[in-house]
């Protein structure tokens, strides 16, 4: 069964700390990685898309890393800001015609003063 | 802004009830996904549109029905809500259908569903 799976399920840190969240999938096979960020409210916003053969993108403070060997990714989050408080959504796309995306639940991010 | 609109933003429904949650996109998207989104669980595909005319279920079709009314519009419709279809429901569309490498999903802001 294909999953996705992150890690921690929820952080809080301090304004202007840096912090990594990870992402463990067992998606066969595997099309590309992607990241979204979720305000509160909201729907979820693209932050990175990664193919097999990329292992490191980056969307400002954000960077996305990912090694297809161990099936693992991170989303690293440079001086964190409050703006950042939000949840992180690790997603993995399947490939073949009948292709469908997997969501994990995401991370819960809270950035405080 | 261009985007997904979703409509309405909020509904509370009694068992039993129908009601269609409205989606367009202004972005010339080929393809339309509806998705609920459950606490301690990952967004799940409900339906999907992966062109203008065609219509596809996803993996928990079931108590819902779908309209892809032209290429900017696809709505979800309830025929019978039941307390279990609770949910946040969240419209998405993409250029390509599902994941293709390079082609990203924006999302609506969503429609907070309450079946009492």
């Known amino acids: 069964k294909n999953q996705v799976e992150q890690s921690p399920q929820s952080l809080i840190i301090l304004e202007g700390k840096n912090c990594t969240l990870q992402?463990?999938?067992?998606?066969?096979?595997?099309?590309?990685l992607r990241w979204y960020k979720q305000d509160t409210g909201r729907g979820p916003v693209s932050l990175t898309i990664m193919t097999f053969s990329e292992n490191t993108k980056s969307n400002g403070r954000y960077t996305a890393t990912l090694d297809a060997d161990t099936k693992q990714s991170s989303l690293h989050i440079t001086a964190s800001q409050l703006s950042d408080s939000a949840s992180y959504i690790c997603?993995?796309?399947?490939?073949?015609?009948?292709?469908?995306?997997?969501f994990g639940t995401g991370t819960r991010l809270q950035v405080t003063l | 802004n261009a985007g997904v609109t979703q409509t309405p933003k909020f509904q509370v429904l009694k068992t039993g009830q129908s009601m269609t949650l409205q989606c367009a996109q202004d972005m010339n998207h080929n393809s339309m996904y509806w998705y609920r989104q459950d606490p301690g669980m990952g967004l799940r595909l409900i339906y999907y549109s992966a062109s203008e005319g065609t219509t596809d279920k996803g993996e928990v079709p079931n108590g819902y029905n779908v309209s892809r009314l032209n290429k900017r519009e696809f709505s979800l419709r309830l025929e019978s809500a039941a307390p279990s279809q609770t949910s946040v429901y969240f419209c998405?569309?993409?250029?390509?259908?599902?994941?293709?490498?390079?082609?990203?999903?924006?999302f609506g802001s969503g429609t907070r569903l309450t079946v009492v």
């Open positions: 992402c463990n999938y067992t998606v066969s096979p595997f099309s590309n």
């Open positions: 998405a569309s993409s250029e390509a259908s599902f994941g293709a490498v390079g082609y990203g999903y924006t």
């Open positions: 997603v993995v796309s399947v490939a073949g015609t009948a292709s469908k995306l997997t």
